[in-house]
């Protein structure tokens, strides 16, 4: 049986709804996020760090820390390891996650 919750969010779809998320909290068009470049050269400061990290712990009901922001510096990298972390958790342990 397949869990949805975790099908539903696929490396891909994971990377277009940050890219999506961050564009809106450095007030740019998705379509100038250039995933691959770090959250910094489109003007991600710390403060800005902490609400794309809250954003993700409500969307996906899974929490990224600091430091894991700052080891994952890109929304390719930073997708890749949101997308582990939901392959890794328990079918039931994302409770109400969209």
Do not use: Y
Request: hydrophobic share 45%; net charge negative; aromatic share 4%.
């Amino acid at each position: 049986m397949v869990d949805m919750a975790h099908a539903q969010h696929s490396p891909e779809t994971v990377r277009t709804w940050l890219i999506t998320c961050f564009a809106s909290h450095v007030g740019l068009p998705a379509q100038d996020i250039d995933p691959g470049r770090p959250l910094s050269d489109h003007g991600l400061n710390s403060v800005g760090s902490a609400g794309l990290a809250a954003d993700i712990e409500d969307h996906f009901g899974v929490v990224v820390t600091a430091d894991e922001m700052w080891d994952h510096p890109s929304l390719e990298a930073l997708g890749l390891l949101i997308a582990r972390k939901l392959a890794d958790t328990p079918a039931g342990a994302l409770g109400s996650a969209n």
